[in-house]
Structures are given as structure tokens and as C-alpha cells.
């Protein structure tokens, strides 16, 4: 039986994104978007509801998420979904949540205006690869480092 796990998301950043490096010195960043949906009831009244939704990007997406999106601004996402499981530490119940793993991002607007910003992808081949490390600081003891080099101008895919 076929599969398909894809997820297309719009929304706002509900706080600025959080980025860490893993032990391998690998980028991750964390962040959560704040998606709307607003329609008409059966009775005509207007109608709004909020899914707020963990989004987890690594590599070099991660770096240009970090480096030029905060809090407020809007982003496109393409991904898929991951569950993660785990034991409730007060009840010793098994707890579960849904989050998405970027695959492809565009930036909404630029950082000076409401035009259309660029994209970011990393296809196979691409000379921006998302998993280039050259720049990578050292993880520090607890395996996280603190932020790491700015990325040139030539690094921007647009």
C-alpha cells in the first residue's frame, strides 16, 4: 500500500527560533508557527482558530532560518511529519507529539517590506547542500555550541 507523508504549512513565527548544533556539529533549529484558519459558521458568524505548530529545520536550512527570521514574520513550509514518543516523568504515562521536519522553506515577505521574499531549498547536486559543514564550530562539552558565523552574502540563495 502506497504512503505519503507531506505537509505544506503558512503561518508566523511565535518566537524567534532557537538554534543548537548536535554533537556530529550539525545545525538545528527549532521554532513554532502560528497558522490561522478562519471561516463561516452554519449561523454566519465569522470564525478563527489557531494551530500552533512545532517545526524542526537542520543543517544549512537551519542556519538561514536562524540567521534571518525572528518573531512575527511570516514563512512557507514544505515537510513531513514525525512523531515522538516518550514517558511521562509525573504519571509514568506514554505521552506522543506530532512536529514537522523542514524540508523546504520561502521566506514570505523581505526583511524591508511586504514584497515577495526568496526560497530556500537544498536539491541533490545544489551548490548550497544543506549538509556542508566546512564553517561548523566545535560543539562545546554538553554537545551544543553557541552561535557560529554569520554566513557571507555569497551563502544567501537569493
Known amino acids: 500500500m502506497p504512503n505519503l507523508n507531506k505537509v505544506m504549512l503558512m503561518g508566523n513565527l511565535t518566537r524567534d527560533p532557537e538554534l543548537k548544533y548536535m554533537p556530529s556539529n550539525t545545525a538545528v533549529v527549532d521554532f513554532t508557527l502560528?497558522?490561522?484558519?478562519?471561516?463561516?459558521s452554519q449561523e454566519g458568524e465569522d470564525r478563527e482558530e489557531t494551530a500552533f505548530i512545532d517545526c524542526t529545520a537542520f543543517a544549512r536550512r537551519a542556519e538561514v532560518i536562524n540567521q534571518y527570521l525572528k518573531k512575527g514574520r511570516p514563512l512557507f513550509v514544505e515537510g513531513r511529519l514525525r512523531q515522538e514518543k516518550w514517558q511521562d516523568k509525573d504519571t509514568g504515562g506514554n505521552r506522543s507529539k506530532l512536529s514537522v521536519l523542514?524540508?523546504?522553506?520561502?521566506?514570505?515577505?523581505s526583511r524591508d517590506s511586504g514584497e515577495s521574499g526568496g526560497n530556500y531549498s537544498s536539491p541533490k547536486g545544489s551548490s548550497h547542500s544543506a549538509s556542508s559543514t566546512q564553517d561548523t564550530p566545535a560543539p562545546s562539552a554538553a554537545g551544543v555550541s553557541e552561535p557560529h558565523h554569520p554566513v557571507n552574502e555569497s551563502d544567501i540563495p537569493f
Open 34 to 40: 502560528a497558522v490561522n484558519r478562519r471561516w463561516r
Open 102 to 109: 523542514v524540508d523546504h522553506f520561502e521566506f514570505i515577505d
